[in-house]
């Protein structure tokens, strides 16, 4: 698993200034494929309409992880679930990606 970057809890993230970057969650309704990506906070809503228009099943947002270089996070997730990409920054719902989500990721209000 990728190493612990610093993290702010949510209350934090909808306090800050919209310019924080967070690494977010998205899966299909279905509980199918994950979509792993990056985008600043007051954005997420514009990129998780982006990724609905793609996709026939609804997308839920799993939870976001603010972290001092959210694009970095980012890539290592993308590394250390290699295995279980679909294609893109989709990835297969395995054990260990569910796990780390569930066990790092805050919710929001857009959940």
């Known amino acids: 698993m990728p ?5 702010r809890a949510a209350g934090n ?3 800050s200034n919209g310019m924080v970057r967070v690494a977010y969650f998205a899966q299909d309704s279905r509980g199918g494929e994950i979509y792993i990506g990056v985008a600043r906070y007051k954005e997420l809503d ?3 309409h982006r990724l609905q228009q793609g996709n026939p099943t609804e997308l839920k947002l799993l939870g976001v992880i603010q972290a ?4 970095a996070l980012v890539r290592e997730l993308h590394r250390t679930f290699s295995d279980a990409r ?4 989709w990835f297969k719902p395995v054990p260990d990606l569910s796990s780390y989500i569930h066990s790092r990721a805050v ?5």
């Not at 001092?68 to 694009?71: E, K, L, Q």
């Not at 919710?107 to 959940?111: I, K, L, P, Q, V």
């Open 86 to 89: 679909v294609r893109g920054a």
């Open 3 to 7: 190493p612990i970057l610093p993290t």
């Open 13 to 15: 993230l909808t306090a």
């Open 46 to 48: 514009k990129h998780l």
């Open 68 to 71: 001092r270089n959210a694009a």
């Open 107 to 111: 919710t929001t209000r857009r959940s």
